[in-house]
């Protein structure tokens, strides 16, 4: 592969950037979430439906970013040995 730069190869790099699209495209939903006036026949007080749905996806997207380089600095540790 060719690295393009600070140990970042394309496939890595086209992978950051399939994630940071989905983010977005996630994230656009939940700006439209409460547009518009409420339908007077619902409770006011209900809990929305989002409720933190994106906080856990953007958790476990650090998550699995953090467990990635890990394993990545694991596997060149072992290719210096």
Known sequence: MK???NNIN????IKIIYL???????SKFSAYADSGPSDPGVDPDSAPIDGG??????GGVGY???KLRKKKKKQQEE???
């Open 53 to 58: 749905l994106s906080l856990l996806i953007a």
């Open 3 to 5: 690295k393009i730069t």
């Open 79 to 81: 290719l210096e040995k």
């Open 64 to 66: 699995g970013v953090k």
């Open 10 to 13: 394309v496939s890595q790099l």
């Open 20 to 26: 940071l699209i989905v983010i977005l495209y996630i």
